[in-house]
C-alpha cells in the first residue's frame, strides 16, 4: 500500500533556482493539496486541487505553482527559490465527497531548504 | 474564517501517568470533523484520534481519548498511561464535513510533548 509518495525527501537550492516536488497518490482522492511546515506556525495551506484539472490557491500561495494533469499526481514547482521558502512540505490527499472519514493522508515530507 | 488554537506549545508527562493536551477552534458551522494528529521525529503525520460534531459520544482509540465540548469549542487529548513513544508534537485540525472549503484542514501550531522516563 503505497498511499501518498512524496519525492525528493531532502533537497537543498541556492537562491534562483527552481525545482520541483512530486507527489502522487493511488487511492483514487479526488482531493490533493500541498502544505508547508514551518516552526511555531503548524501546516498552512499553499495549493489544493479538488479534481483533474482543477486547482486554487491555498493560504500562502506566492512563489508556487501546481497543476493537475491526472487524478494520481500532484506536482509543486518553485520557479525561482527564494530562502522564504525553507521548509518542510507535505503532500496530503483524501476524498473530497461529505461523508467520508474526512482524514487527510500525509506524504511523508520534504526538507527543503533555500541558500 | 475557522482558527484553531492550541495554548500549550509545550508539555511534559511522566511514563505511566497521564496528560491533556488543549485545543478551541473557532466555527459558525455545526458539521465538521475535529482531529488530533501526531508528528514524531520521524516527519510523518499519522492521525491518532477522530471526532464529528454531530456525535455527542466523546471518540476514544486505545490509550487516546478527546474531550469534545461542542458550545464550548473545546476539543481536548488525553492520553492515558504515557509511553515513551508517544513523544511528539500534536497538532489539532478542523475540517468542515460538507459544502464549500471542506477540502481544507485548519490546523493549530502545536503542542511538543516530552514523555519522561
Known amino acids: 500500500n503505497a498511499g501518498v509518495t512524496q519525492t525528493p525527501k531532502f533537497q537543498v537550492l541556492k537562491t534562483g533556482q527552481s525545482m520541483t516536488l512530486q507527489c502522487a497518490q493511488d487511492?483514487?482522492?479526488?482531493?490533493m493539496s500541498w502544505y508547508r511546515q514551518d516552526p511555531g506556525m503548524g501546516l498552512r495551506l499553499i495549493h489544493y486541487?479538488?479534481?483533474?484539472?482543477?486547482?486554487d490557491q491555498g493560504e500562502v500561495p506566492n512563489g508556487y505553482n501546481v497543476s493537475r494533469s491526472t487524478t494520481e499526481d500532484f506536482p509543486l514547482r518553485l520557479l525561482s527559490a527564494a530562502p522564504s521558502q525553507t521548509s518542510v512540505y507535505f503532500c496530503?490527499?483524501?476524498?473530497?465527497?461529505?461523508?467520508?472519514?474526512?482524514?487527510?493522508?500525509f506524504g511523508e515530507g520534504s526538507r527543503l531548504t533555500v541558500l | 474564517a475557522q482558527t484553531v488554537t492550541q495554548s500549550q506549545p509545550e508539555m511534559s508527562v511522566q511514563e505511566a501517568e497521564t496528560v491533556t493536551l488543549s485545543c478551541t477552534y473557532d466555527?459558525?458551522?455545526?458539521?465538521?470533523?475535529l482531529f488530533w494528529y501526531k508528528q514524531p521525529p520521524s516527519r510523518q503525520m499519522i492521525l491518532v484520534i477522530r471526532?464529528?460534531?454531530?456525535?455527542?459520544q466523546n471518540a476514544t482509540e486505545n490509550r487516546f481519548s478527546v474531550n469534545f465540548q461542542k458550545a464550548a469549542k473545546s476539543f481536548s487529548l488525553k492520553i492515558s498511561d504515557s509511553q515513551l513513544g508517544d513523544a511528539a508534537m500534536y497538532f489539532c485540525?478542523?475540517?468542515?464535513?460538507?459544502?464549500?472549503?471542506?477540502?481544507?484542514?485548519?490546523f493549530g501550531k502545536g503542542t511538543l510533548l516530552t514523555v519522561n522516563p
Open positions: 496530503a490527499s483524501s476524498y473530497s465527497r461529505a461523508g467520508n472519514t474526512g482524514e487527510l493522508f
Open positions: 471526532q464529528e460534531a454531530y456525535k455527542q
Open positions: 486541487s479538488v479534481g483533474a484539472g482543477i486547482t
Open positions: 487511492m483514487n482522492h479526488e482531493y
Open positions: 485540525a478542523y475540517r468542515r464535513r460538507s459544502g464549500g472549503s471542506n477540502y481544507k484542514l485548519t
Open positions: 466555527t459558525s458551522e455545526s458539521d465538521y470533523y
